[in-house]
């Protein structure tokens, strides 16, 4: 029989890009009684919920919760806006993006995907070329994932959003943040996203098993002609019962205590002190792997992720090797490569339940597991790592 917490002394380090690390406090919200969905009380957490999430995607719009992965809010954002044969154009920035074309095809849309490196966000000026190029406008919908979780690049969406508005293109514009929301700044009011998606094991800090569309009052219009099959996913029925604090199914109930204490944790910090933690912690990795002498994944400095590193291993050197390595000594679980990257890169995530120290140890891993796994490497990551968050802190 499995043990659940078969782990030798010490806290497991979990420092994959999600699931990440539960606080204590969510844990301990999780481990409330389940109360009846349909009474008083239920209705009372619902909706001091959905007013939090508000503030945490900033939006003045509705979020959509579902009792799903992050999977299940792409389908949604798909299946509540379009029409079978309807043309979007999505880009090829890693793993992620491909799954949700490969999704798109699924549902007979006719996607337009623009190839990538994998090492690379969306390209404003080609999004703008794009549509400009469509004079049938024809295109309805743009998708961009804004954190690739496979690559550690960032693209730009305020930058995106600029290039539709210069376009003068009607079309549509959604965003995964499955791995930016309440790590990197995201603004789906300001930015005039249309359907946001997230996940909730990411920046959230929960365990995985909720997701979310915010949905602007242009998707929600755009909702009422959509031609796609939908019952469970259909935004309709889940906004008009959330009005009261209740849900048309059974909620999670004591993932929505987590997600309770976490929007409280966030907004006792703030969200732009939660950018910015994430922004050091982005930064104090880059440059321990700088002085290892290895090579990030992402290739534009304008495009570096806060709340992952991908990092490439030198040609000839197994990176699922090097990671098996770093489990079975120091307890350490590191992001593998994912798809075509599979054995080349490794993440490390530095997002969600993170400080100074969790960094520190989790570099220390790395740079003692670089040297047991025999990858050639400058010594001093960690060191210039601490001299940057020293520094930092003091400028603080
Ligand atoms: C950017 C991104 N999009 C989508 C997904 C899929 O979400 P899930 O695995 O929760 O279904 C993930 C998962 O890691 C992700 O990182």
Redesign the pocket.
Same mark, same amino acid.
């Given at each position: 029989m499995l043990r659940l917490d078969d782990h030798p002394s010490g806290r497991h380090f979990l420092q994959i /890009?999600?699931p990440t690390n539960v606080p204590d406090r969510i844990l301990r919200a999780l481990d409330h009684p389940t109360i009846d969905h349909r009474g008083p009380e239920f209705a009372r957490l619902t909706l001091e919920i959905l007013d939090g999430l508000k503030k945490i995607f900033q939006t003045d719009g509705p979020v959509v919760i579902y009792p799903a992965?992050?999977?299940?809010a *792409?389908e949604a954002a798909l299946a509540n806006t379009l029409s079978p044969g309807d043309r979007v154009l999505m880009f090829e920035t890693g793993h992620?993006a491909t799954? *949700?074309r490969k999704m798109a095809a699924k549902f007979a849309l006719e996607v337009d995907f623009v190839p990538g490196d994998w090492r690379s966000g969306v390209d404003p000026a080609l999004v703008q070329q794009k549509l400009a190029a469509d004079k049938a406008q024809a295109i309805k919908a743009v998708m961009v994932?804004h954190?690739?979780?496979s690559t550690g690049v960032t693209s730009r969406i305020p930058q995106i959003r600029e290039a539709i508005d210069h376009a003068q293109h009607p079309a549509l514009f959604m965003v995964?943040t499955?791995?930016s929301l309440a790590s990197i700044d995201y603004r789906h009011g300001q930015w005039r996203v249309d359907v946001t998606?997230a996940?909730s094991?990411?920046g959230l800090m929960l365990p /995985?098993g909720l997701?979310f569309n915010a949905v602007s009052e242009k998707a929600l219009a755009a909702s009422k002609a959509a031609r796609l099959p939908r019952s469970y996913w259909s935004w309709d029925e889940i906004i008009a019962s959330n009005r009261d604090g209740y849900f048309p199914y059974t909620p999670s109930t004591n993932l929505l205590y987590g997600l309770h204490e976490a929007i409280a944790m966030l907004l006792e910090e703030g969200l732009p002190a939660v950018f910015a933690r994430h922004q050091r912690h982005g930064e104090a990795t880059r440059r321990a792997v700088c002085t290892w002498g290895l090579e990030l994944l992402c290739r534009n400095p304008e495009e570096y992720s806060n709340s992952l590193t991908a990092i490439q291993l030198p040609d000839g050197h197994d990176a699922d090797r090097f990671r098996r390595l770093v489990l079975e000594r120091f307890d350490m679980s590191l992001g593998t490569g994912l798809g075509k990257l599979a054995g080349r890169v490794f993440r490390i995530g530095h997002l969600g339940f993170f400080n100074d120290l969790t960094l520190a140890g989790t570099l220390c891993g790395v740079e003692m597991g670089l040297g047991l796994a025999g990858v050639p490497h400058r010594a001093g990551g960690v060191q210039s790592a601490l001299e940057y968050l020293s520094a930092a802190s003091d400028a603080k």
């Open positions: /890009p999600g992965s992050g999977t299940g *792409w992620f799954l *949700w994932v954190n690739e979780t995964d499955i791995s998606v996940g094991q990411k /995985p997701s």
